[in-house]
Antibody, heavy 120, light 112 residues
């Protein structure tokens, strides 16, 4: 059974940093692209970043480019999202989502999400 | 970016009746080289993450009931729930993966 479990969310001040992790199991992690998708009450679902199975290709939404960095450790079956220069508008539930292939497309398995709150 | 617009924002349907949700993209998500529409549909129930229902506009994900069907081409797509069940109360989202990845704003389905 595919499982993805996010961690690392919390309360952070504007301008601060946070690193999210996503532990995966039940599939050959290195064979699949992974993405981060966030959800806010006001803006719905927003794709944030994606990474290919081997980690060589990364993709970012314009809203986070230059501030967030996606990475993965295939030896630990773990996906990461390093978030720097956080803004109030980054407040959201962040989901880790698995892609069905090696390149981000649709998302066939999702974690339960981790809440990030950016506030002073 | 491709903007996805869903209609209506919400709808109430009687049990056993048909629910129809529309999704329009600001540009075509059809790729002629493989004859595929780069469009997916998700269901999200309260307190849960989204669940994949449909991909390639009309292919039902394994385990998804047959009452869920997707159709459309180019810029106009439809998710149909044929015979609404109580457990189908949820918010439904479309998503394009033709150019970057963007979601519609969601359509809330309730029981009338």
């Amino acid at each position: 059974e595919v499982q993805v479990l996010e961690s690392g969310g919390g309360l952070v001040q504007p301008g601060g940093s946070l690193r999210l992790s996503c532990a995966a199991s039940g599939f050959i992690f290195s064979s699949y692209a992974m993405s981060w998708v966030r959800q806010t009450p006001g803006k719905g679902l927003e794709w944030v970043s994606g990474i290919s199975g081997d980690g060589d290709s990364t993709y970012y939404a314009d809203s986070v480019k230059g501030r967030f960095t996606i990475s993965r450790d295939n030896s630990k079956n773990t996906l990461y999202l390093q978030m720097n220069s956080l803004r109030v508008e980054d407040t959201a539930v962040y989901y880790c989502a698995k892609d069905p292939g090696d390149h981000p497309s649709w998302f066939d398995d999702w974690g339960q999400g981790t809440l990030v709150t950016v506030s002073s | 970016d491709i903007v996805m617009t869903q209609s209506p924002d919400s709808l109430a349907v009687s049990l056993g009746e048909r629910a129809t949700i529309n999704c329009q993209s600001s540009q075509s998500v059809f790729y002629s080289s493989n004859n595929k529409n780069y469009l997916a549909w998700y269901q999200q129930k309260p307190g849960q993450p989204p669940k994949l229902l449909i991909y390639w506009a009309s292919i039902r994900e394994s385990g998804v009931p047959e009452r869920f069907s997707g159709s459309g081409f180019g810029t106009d797509f439809t998710l149909t729930i044929s015979g609404l069940q109580a457990e189908d109360v949820a918010v439904y989202y479309c998503q394009q993966y033709y150019s970057s990845w963007t979601f519609g704003q969601g359509t809330k389905v309730e029981i009338k």
